[in-house]
C-alpha cells in the first residue's frame, strides 16, 4: 500500500485490492508501514530536529519530526475500512481472514491503537517488534518489553511477540550466537503468538555491506540476504549464477540441514503444545500479573534446560533469563 494525501479519493482503490487477493483465497494480510498511509495535503517540508543545522546536510530519517507524514487523522479510518473488507470475507463457517499490521518505530500506545477500540476493530494484533530492538538484553529489559505490551495491549485482545525483522540487525549480529535458542525459547513459551523472521531460527546474521548497482540503503539489506538451506551453491536458495544480495560467509556451517538450532526449534513447538496439554495453559492465557509472567518464563527456562541434558548445562546461556533475574525491586 503507497502513501496517499487526504483527500476524498484517497482510498478508492486499496478495498478492490483486498477483495481480489481474498477471492484468490488468501487467509489474511500483514499491511505494512501503515503509519504512513495518509500524508499532510500541503506537502510541507517537515520540520528540522536540531534547528541550526544547514538544511543541506540533513541526510538522516531521524533529523527531521514527521509530523506531516506519519498517523495522520484519518489514517485509523483507512485500517479499520480495511478490516470491514476483510470481515465480509470471513463470514463463511471456519474461514476467518487474519490482519496484522506494522508500524516500525512507533510508540507502545500509538502501536496498541492498531487493535482498534472497544467495539470497532482494526488488526488482529499490530505486529511487536520490541524484542527486536534489544540490542543488550538483561532480565530488567526484557521484563520491562514484556510488561509493557501485556499491561498496554487493550482488554481481551492477544499478543505477539518476534525477536527480528527486515527493518532490524539480525538476532546473532545484535546479541550474539549464543541468544538465537533463547531468544526462540521465549517468544515460544510467552503468552500469544511467535513471529520468526526466516532464517532466525538457525542464527543466521547479517550479511556484510555490499555494493549494489542499484541505489539502495545498504544498512536496510543486511538482514535480508538469501536463507541458508544448505552448504551447496548460494546456500541452496537458487541455482543461478548469483543472487542479488550475495549469501552470508559462513552458510556452509549455518544452514537448515546443518544446524542443531533448527532441532531446539522444533522442539520448543511440540514441548510447548505437549505443556499446554498438561494444564501449563494457566500461564498462556492469564499472564497478567509479574507472578504468573515469572511462572511462564520458569517454564521456559525449565524447558531449555531439557535439550542440554540437566540443569549444570550451559549456564552462562540459559542466566539471562532465569526467573530469578530480572524481578523489580
Do not use: C
Amino acid at each position: 500500500m503507497h502513501a496517499v494525501t487526504k483527500s476524498s479519493h484517497a482510498t478508492t482503490k486499496e478495498p478492490e485490492i483486498i477483495q481480489f487477493w481474498l477471492s484468490k483465497g488468501v487467509d489474511g494480510f500483514s499491511f505494512d508501514a501503515v503509519q504512513f498511509l495518509l500524508e499532510a495535503k500541503h506537502l510541507r517540508d517537515e520540520a528540522q530536529v536540531n534547528k541550526t543545522q544547514i538544511p543541506d546536510t540533513v541526510t538522516h530519517y531521524s533529523e527531521l519530526y514527521h509530523d506531516f507524514t506519519t498517523t495522520q487523522v484519518g489514517m485509523h479510518d483507512i485500517v479499520r475500512s480495511f478490516r470491514q473488507t476483510m470481515d465480509q470475507y470471513s463470514r463463511e463457517p471456519g474461514r476467518y481472514r487474519f490482519m496484522g499490521t506494522e508500524a516500525h518505530g512507533e510508540n507502545i500506545a500509538k502501536t496498541m491503537m492498531y487493535y482498534g477500540l472497544p467495539f470497532i476493530q482494526e488488526a488482529d494484533f499490530p505486529f511487536n517488534s520490541y524484542l527486536g530492538k534489544l540490542d543488550m538484553p538483561s532480565g530488567n529489559s526484557v521484563f520491562e518489553v514484556i510488561t509493557s505490551w501485556m499491561e498496554n495491549m487493550p482488554e481481551g485482545k492477544w499478543p505477539n511477540w518476534m525477536t527480528g525483522g527486515p527493518d532490524n540487525d539480525r538476532l546473532t549480529s545484535r546479541l550474539g550466537k549464543q541468544y538465537v535458542n533463547i531468544m526462540n525459547m521465549l517468544v515460544f513459551t510467552l503468552p500469544g503468538t511467535p513471529i520468526t523472521y526466516y532464517g532466525e531460527e538457525i542464527g543466521m546474521r547479517n550479511i556484510l555491506a555490499t555494493k549494489l548497482n542499484e541505489t539502495y540503503d545498504v544498512d536496510t539489506l543486511l538482514s535480508k540476504s538469501p536463507m541458508q538451506w544448505d552448504n551447496s551453491s548460494n546456500a541452496g536458495f537458487s541455482e543461478g549464477n548469483h543472487t542479488w544480495l550475495p549469501t552470508s560467509s559462513d552458510y556452509h556451517t549455518v544452514n537448515v540441514d546443518t544446524s542443531f538450532a533448527v532441532f531446539i526449534f522444533k522442539e520448543f513447538v511440540n514441548h510447548v503444545f505437549v505443556e499446554i496439554q498438561t494444564g501449563a495453559e494457566v500461564y498462556h492465557l492469564k499472564y497478567h500479573t509479574e507472578s504468573q509472567l515469572f511462572t511462564g518464563m520458569t517454564l521456559s527456562y525449565k524447558i531449555l534446560r531439557t535439550f542440554y541434558g540437566g540443569a549444570s548445562s550451559k549456564p552462562a546461556i540459559l542466566s539471562p533469563f532465569h526467573p530469578s533475574k530480572g524481578r523489580k525491586k
